[in-house]
Every structure is written in C-alpha cells, then in structure tokens.
C-alpha cells in the first residue's frame, strides 16, 4: 500500500512538474504572437505515461521521454507573484461578497465611524448598513437630514452620549447573535421621538442621535461647540457613565487616556518601525474587505479564546473607591458641570443620565437564562471584587451628580435600576440594550422630558421664554 501510494504521488508530481513548462511555454507563445512574431505556432507537449526516473543532479522528478523544460527564476518569482495576486484576489472577492451578505455592507463604507479632528471620531458620513442602520450627511444616526435653521414651533432635542445612546448592537455576539445590529427604528431617540411626539400631537418634536461610539464626556463639550449649539436646541439629553465613569488612577487623564487617541500616536508619534506596520494595517482594515473580515474575526477570536488568569489579585474596594472619590470630581464630573454651565448660558435644558449597566443587575428579578451567561462571562473579565466596587461607587456619583445638576439648574436622571422588574432581555452585553431595553429606557425618560417641554410652551405663551446672556 505504501509502495503504490508513493507511486500515485510521483504520478502527480511529473503531470505537475511538466504542466508548469507548457503553462510557461504558452504564455511565452502568445507574448511573441502579439509581438509580431506570427510564424511561430504553438505545439503542446504530450505527457508521458511511461514510469519516471529521477534527477540527482537536479532532484526534480523527470518524464522517461519528455526532457524538463528549465524555468528562469525570475519568471518563477513572476508566476508565483501571479498566483499570489490571484489567490489574494479571490479571497477578497470572497470576503467582500460576506459582508454584502451577512453584514450589511453597502460597498462604499466600513468603518462606522471616520476621523474627526477636533474629537478624535465622528460616526460615518452618509453611511449605511443594509441592515438598518443609517447616518446622514452631517453623521447624526438619522435616516433624513436636520435643517440647521429650526422650524418654528419645534421642540429639538439632542441625545449624546457613547455606544449605548448610539445603539450600538451587541459586542458579545459569541454568546447570542440576535442584536448584532440595532436598526435606526429601534434606538432611543427614535422610541423617544414617538412616544413624545403622540404626548404633543400639536407640536413638532424632533429628538437627534448625537451619540458617538466610546465618547468620553469631554468629547460632549467639544461636540457642543463644534456642531450641536449650531442646531439651536431646547433640550440636550447626556447619557453617560460606563466608559469614563469609574476611572480610580490617581494619574488618570481624562484627554491623554482616551484610548482612541493610539491611531494618532501611528501617525504622529515616533516614527519607529512597530507604528508603520500598526499604521498600514489600520489603512488596510479601513480600505480592504479581506482585512477588514480577518481583523474582525480576530477580535473575535481574542475575546473567545482569552481568558483571565486564575492567579489574579483581588482589587481593595475601598481603595479603588477613594481613588474614584478624588477622580471624578476633577475629570467626568467637571465636565458635566462645564456642560451645564454652557448650555444653562445658553438657555438650554440640559439633563444628565447615569446609564444602567449590567455588572449592577446581578440581583435583577427579570434576569433572562442569555444575560445570566453574559453577567458570568462579565463578572470573570473583571478582577475580583470590581462588582463590590461599583456598587459602592455608583451611588456616590448619583449622589455627586445630583447634586452637580442642581448647581448649574440641570437635571440628573439616575437609570441604573431601571430594568429591576422589568420582564425579558434588556441587555445585549455588558452595557448596551436590546430594542426591548432602549424602549423602556425611552419610557422611563419621557416624563421629565415632558415637564421640561411643557415648562417651555409655557414660558413661550407668556413672552417669558429662556433668556439667553448676552455675547461678551
């Protein structure tokens, strides 16, 4: 058996030796031909069956008949470069055709958001994903476009925030894939918008996506000046706190620390070999489908096949807590309270909102078999002892922002218990919502929305509107 198994590999690989030669000969052929060469006419070699014999002195297996053609080395580095280009070329096909299919590519966007120089990113342009999400031209999640001039008799409002006002879909798809996308429809806003929209049947109420993926509270302020002020709102919503919240590092720096400040750095920081090669496989992920699937499948990948070590050391709660007591104040908070300063100069509600957040939800009544596995999974991606933590922080910075809201005559909404009887999933994974989820945090919103919007009709109807200071 062996014998003839090696028999039937040596068949194959003379077919295959003597196939290359004629390959190259008839491409050599044509070439001439097109040269002018016309006389010259083309007559393929016959491979031999009769048994082989091998070459020692060139340790190629050889025809009985047909003697090796020799092949250069530089066409065998241009055939190899061409098989190359060819393989390359039919996985990107292949990978370009996935996302068409599976991932609502539109062909021209691939990335969700783009760069944007004042905030670091800005969510994409015009984008589309066929699957139902949609930004316009100015990159609010919107499918139609807002006039920067207000139409009288509008109500306006901006929701900010990070990926969980945005709506983003779920991150944890290795675990449930049934949110992986959040359509335009059924985001916050839009819950928001209708059921406001059905309380003022008269009044035209518009409630914005402004909400960037893994903004931090200083890009809010930055957003303000740069575009939101522009729209002339009434009533800007916040909602805020997992990503830049619970930061307890003495040395933590709300602006050095954003972690998507890192493409800057490939571009702009030290021209060392290791950013030119993270530099051109960013543009690559950006530009090319083939990348794009491979990059993403090994994140992917990394969050399955990652584990934490057993050995970790358990973080000191109270510790933690006291570097957040000194943190906050002095990064996230300070901003809140810049924000409402700005917009209580410039007469405009402002209400902030500390987001629910599943590593809190352990205790919750309503908790669905799905989110019982996410709140596992979550539980041991933290080190020990973080839930302790955050539930000695959390009402601390409900209390701080309480208190924050009063000074500069804003609102603060604490929405972490929120889903406590709520029935069905909520969560998608560690802080992002399912539509069910974005619904009833609409819901829970919409009655000091409502006071806020009746306090201003009020204020309009009697000539007492929001007096704005004036410009210095």
């Not at 030796?17 to 070699?45: D, K, V």
Request: charged share 20%; with cysteine; glycine share 8%.
């Amino acid at each position: 058996m062996a014998e003839e198994g090696n028999g039937t590999i040596n068949r194959l690989a003379a077919t295959f030796s003597a196939a290359l030669p004629m390959a190259w000969e008839y491409i050599s052929y044509r070439t001439l031909s097109r040269a002018g060469h016309h006389r010259l006419e083309w007559q393929p070699r016959r491979l031999s069956r009769r048994p082989l014999h091998v070459s020692r002195r060139h340790n190629n297996v050889m025809s009985a008949t047909t003697p090796a053609v020799p092949i250069s080395r530089r066409k065998q580095w241009i055939f190899s470069l061409i098989l190359f280009a060819m393989v390359v070329g039919v996985l990107q096909l292949g990978a370009y055709t996935y996302l068409r299919v599976a991932r609502g590519y539109d062909g021209h966007h691939l990335m969700q958001y783009e760069f944007d120089p004042y905030k670091n990113i800005l969510p994409t342009r015009n984008y589309v994903d066929t699957r139902g999400v949609r930004h316009n031209s100015v990159g609010f999640r919107r499918s139609t476009e807002v006039s920067r001039v207000k139409p009288p008799g509008t109500i306006r409002i901006f929701l900010m925030g990070g990926s969980t006002a945005y709506g983003l879909g779920s991150q944890w798809t290795h675990i449930q894939r049934d949110f992986a996308v959040i359509r335009n429809e059924e985001t916050i806003d839009a819950y928001l918008e209708r059921r406001l929209a059905a309380e003022f049947p008269g009044t035209k109420i518009e409630v914005i996506n402004a909400a960037i993926t893994s903004t931090w509270t200083h890009h809010s302020l930055i957003y303000l000046y740069q575009t939101i002020l522009g729209y002339d709102p009434d009533i800007v919503l916040f909602l805020d706190g997992f990503n830049d919240f619970f930061y307890t590092d003495r040395g933590h720096d709300q602006f050095a620390s954003f972690s998507y400040n890192q493409t800057s750095f490939m571009v702009e920081g030290d021209p060392t070999f290791s950013n030119l090669v993270a530099m051109n496989g960013w543009w690559l992920f950006r530009k090319f489908a083939l990348a794009h699937v491979l990059g993403r499948a090994g994140r992917e990948l990394k969050l399955i096949v990652t584990h934490p070590g057993p050995n970790r050391k358990p973080m000191d709660p109270q510790r933690e807590f006291a570097g957040l007591k000194e943190v906050f104040p002095r990064s996230a908070g300070a901003t809140h309270e810049r924000i409402g300063v700005l917009l209580r100069h410039e007469g405009i509600d402002a209400v902030f909102m500390l987001q629910p957040i599943l590593i809190l939800d352990r205790a919750r009544a309503q908790t669905t078999p799905v989110e019982r596995a996410m709140f596992d999974f979550n539980a041991k991606e933290y080190l020990p002892n973080y839930e302790a933590f955050m539930h000695l922080a959390t009402p601390w910075i409900v209390q701080w922002e309480t208190a924050m809201a009063q000074r500069v005559g804003g609102t603060f909404l604490d929405l972490t218990g929120i889903f406590d009887s709520v029935p069905g999933q909520v969560f998608t994974d560690y802080c992002h919502l399912t539509p069910h989820g974005n619904e009833v945090l609409a819901a829970a919103i919409q009655p000091r929305i409502a006071e806020l919007i009746k306090a201003r009709q009020q204020r309009a109807a009697m000539g007492t509107g929001p007096v704005r200071a004036p410009a210095q």
